[in-house]
């Protein structure tokens, strides 16, 4: 394959001494040689997030002599992200993601140029942002921008190099359609409804797991811009850690897609409407009121349960409620609430909570559909508790 850069932008590139000694065993591989590495410098890659799937990603972009790496994250550094986030530290908690990592890339590689928005990437963004740049990473886990990425990458025929990770599970492939293979939509032409998926925060990662995905989008990058290699162009990578098994799937284009088909009916940006968590109550496919209580509603109410008994229904899984929990709590995990019914009293008022109200919010669709008429749901869920109420209840 030949390089996504064109020979302009690189043919004025030239390597310091000090370069030659960085890459210097880059430079000694006959398929980078001093020439690949000056496109390298030449380059510049969009990373899509700086967080699990990001940290790798940009730290190993600086690390090989990409020489121009823009980060786009509007989050902040959080206690729980340390676990698989290697682009930050202890000292960097409460500090903005582009902040933190742009310190960690400099220190990395201080010939790199870092740009970093510390801003959503929305469609009325996305094309600005990305503009300058030969190719675009998406390292973030939520929908809206997965699917921006891809429809904007398609509309400025630049590749997109996706990952995705859950638990032990992670997925990496090039979405070029210019490049002869399908877009993202080709495979999921629309986002699923909001509820049939896990939360974002909710359904877990092993830590390494990040490391590996991202490595390898990393990877898939450094090829394209030095035109080596069989890029994963028109195929999907699979990884299982558990079985430590890699299995690759064959990826087909849609005539029909609504972006890259024959007749594309998306022409430009347009915002992806999707929740991370689930439903919101004006979301709620019910016809039934759901009521929603904050966290101070709660804490009120337990301290009166003597006076007016409820249940407290806790609908994460048992391994989050080794976490942290909330006493006097009942634990029914919302998979197996649908036949765990008959454990609750129907007459007895209810409240509900889970990790962020994602979850509580389905049960209490549940419950109220059921019959159950004094249940509510705890917006925020304990996560908002523990920030707001008592910080002694672990965030996670």
């Given at each position: 394959m030949e390089s996504i850069l064109k020979d302009t932008a690189w043919a004025g590139i030239e390597l310091e001494s000090a370069e030659l000694s960085r890459y210097a065993r880059h430079i000694t591989i006959?398929?980078?040689?001093?020439?690949?590495?000056?496109?390298?410098?030449?380059?510049?890659?969009?990373?899509?997030?700086?967080?699990?799937?990001?940290?790798?990603?940009?730290?190993?972009?600086?690390?090989?002599?990409?020489?121009?790496?823009?980060?786009?994250?509007?989050?902040?550094?959080?206690?729980?992200?340390?676990?698989?986030?290697?682009?930050?530290?202890?000292?960097?908690?409460?500090?903005?993601?582009i902040d933190s990592a742009t310190d960690s890339l400099r220190e990395v590689n201080p010939?790199?140029?870092?740009?970093?928005?510390?801003?959503?990437?929305?469609?009325?963004?996305a094309a600005e942002i990305a503009a300058p740049y030969d190719l675009i990473i998406d390292g973030t886990d939520n929908f809206p921008t997965r699917y921006l990425s891809n429809d904007l990458a398609v509309l400025s025929q630049k590749p997109n190099i996706y990952g995705s990770i859950f638990r032990f599970e992670g997925q990496v492939s090039v979405f070029a359609p210019h490049l002869g293979g399908p877009c993202y939509r080709c495979l999921f032409p629309t986002p699923p409804e909001p509820g049939q998926v896990p939360s974002c925060a909710e359904g877990g990662v092993l830590g390494v797991l990040p490391g590996i995905v991202g490595s390898l989008q990393a990877n898939?990058?450094?090829?394209?811009?030095?035109?080596?290699?069989?890029?994963?162009?028109?195929?999907?990578?699979?990884?299982?850690?558990?079985?430590?098994?890699?299995?690759?799937?064959?990826?087909?284009?849609?005539?029909?897609?609504?972006?890259?088909?024959?007749?594309?009916?998306?022409?430009?940006?347009?915002?992806i409407d999707f929740q991370c968590d689930l439903p919101t109550i004006e979301q709620a496919p019910t016809e039934t009121e759901l009521k929603e209580i904050s966290v101070q509603d709660l804490s009120a109410r337990m301290e009166k349960v003597a006076e007016a008994p409820f249940v407290l229904l806790d609908v994460r899984e048992p391994a989050e409620a080794d976490i942290c929990r909330l006493p006097g709590s009942t634990l029914i995990p919302l998979g197996t609430l649908p036949e765990s019914l008959d454990q609750l009293d129907r007459e007895a008022e209810i409240i509900i909570h889970c990790k962020a109200g994602g979850r509580s919010l389905q049960a209490l669709q549940i419950?109220?559909?059921?019959?159950?008429?004094?249940?509510?749901?705890?917006?925020?869920?304990?996560?908002?508790?523990?920030?707001?109420?008592?910080?002694?209840?672990?965030?996670?």
């Open positions: 006959p398929d980078v040689g001093l020439d690949g590495q000056r496109k390298l410098k030449a380059a510049s890659v969009l990373c899509i997030g700086a967080g699990g799937l990001g940290s790798p990603i940009a730290l190993y972009l600086a690390a090989a002599g990409i020489g121009h790496i823009g980060i786009v994250d509007d989050d902040e550094v959080e206690f729980s992200n340390l676990q698989r986030q290697i682009i930050h530290g202890q000292s960097d908690i409460g500090r903005s993601k010939g790199v140029t870092v740009k970093t928005f510390r801003k959503r990437f929305l469609a009325e963004n898939e990058a450094i090829k394209l811009l030095l035109g080596i290699g069989d890029p994963l162009v028109g195929r999907l990578v699979h990884f299982d850690a558990l079985k430590f098994r890699f299995r690759e799937i064959k990826l087909r284009r849609d005539p029909e897609c609504a972006v890259c088909g024959e007749n594309p009916t998306i022409t430009k940006l347009q915002p419950l109220t559909e059921a019959g159950f008429s004094k249940a509510s749901h705890v917006a925020g869920g304990i996560n908002a508790w523990s920030r707001e109420i008592d910080s002694s209840v672990a965030l996670y």
